[in-house]
Nanobody, 123 residues
Framework: QVQLVESGGGLVQAGGSLRLSCAASGRTFSRYVMGWFRQAPGKEREFVAA????????YYTDSVKGRFTISRDNAKNTVYLQMNSLKPEDTAVYYC????????????????WGQGTQVTVSS
């Protein structure tokens, strides 16, 4: 079992930055692929980024490439999402999620989810 708790969301102006954190419980955190997803009002949950357990591989959706960076600290059982050059269209509830084995972008393939943290970008 893995329990996930997100933090770091908030209100920021367009062009600004935020860093989201996701703290995980469980002794095997280092063996999980960690992903970030987001869901805007009236829209489906969408994949944002993921990082492999070995920290060797990362994957991003096209709309955030060059602006967002996913990282993890296995010693602290924490995964981060650094978000720069934020746009109003980045406004959403952001969720972290965990799964075993390999990186995938489909939300249905992730086994554990946090409660989400709101990110609002004003124009």
């Amino acid at each position: 079992q893995v329990q996930l708790v997100e933090s770091g969301g908030g209100l920021v102006q367009a062009g600004g930055s935020l860093r989201l954190s996701c703290a995980a419980s469980g002794r095997t955190f280092s063996r999980y692929v960690m992903g970030w997803f987001r869901q805007a009002p009236g829209k489906e949950r969408e994949f944002v980024a993921a990082i492999s357990w070995s920290v060797g591989s990362t994957y991003y959706t096209d709309s955030v490439k060059g602006r967002f960076t996913i990282s993890r600290d296995n010693a602290k059982n924490t995964v981060y999402l650094q978000m720069n050059s934020l746009k109003p269209e980045d406004t959403a509830v952001y969720y972290c999620a965990a799964r075993s084995v390999k990186i995938v972008s489909a939300s249905r393939e992730y086994d554990y989810w946090g409660q989400g943290t709101q990110v609002t970008v004003s124009s």
